[in-house]
């Protein structure tokens, strides 16, 4: 990484709608209406093939399904539907948006799965409660505290001491993101936590450059 990109990183992005509260609250409004209309869970972030992706390296290293798994901003909660379709019993979902608790609380109770944890929590102030788990998953929520308005920069160390607090030794932080490259992540992460894998992603061709619009990796804590 050049320095310059590396002083983009620092300063960090532009500051969206997208990196606030008030935006998400008003999105799963929004989705609640849906699902109370149609019965459609909304969005999946990055796709399907996400939780495809996500789901085979748990099986692939064989995570006994009793592990304690926290999905980190859970949005719909789709991610938790599919972990506990493939076998996982002890599922935590949290989301600062009460509405897509509310909305995840909802679905849950569609699809029979009482088992799954729901709560209010703000990650970047996590309760004490909150801790000890031995997967934890972040698809999109690193990438919007990012985008935060209100000093991103710093945010983005509090989201890396919050999860070394709930994240048990040795355990496994699963993340994508579609606005960090892997080498900004493990900047980002590199400090507490050992890259075991890159996921395969899709790649795409521009101006005969290939490259990747998501990025998958796996970290393991650091004892």
Known sequence: MSDREEEEV???FEPSALGT????DETYERELQNFRESGDAGEIWFGEESMIRLCRWLEKQKIPLDSSVLDIGMGNGVLLVELAKS???NLTGIDYSPLAVQLSKIIMEKEDLPHVKLQVEDFLNPSDELSEFQICIDKGTFDAISLNPD???EK???YVKSLKKVLKPQGFFLITSCN????ELLKEFGEGFLLLEELP???FCFGGRTGKSVTALVFQQKT
């Open 10 to 12: 620092e300063e960090g």
């Open 21 to 24: 509260r008030k935006h998400w």
């Open 87 to 89: 076998g996982y019993t």
């Open 151 to 153: 000093n991103a920069v």
């Open 156 to 158: 983005r160390k509090q």
């Open 180 to 183: 960090w490259t892997k080498e």
């Open 201 to 203: 992603t899709p790649l």
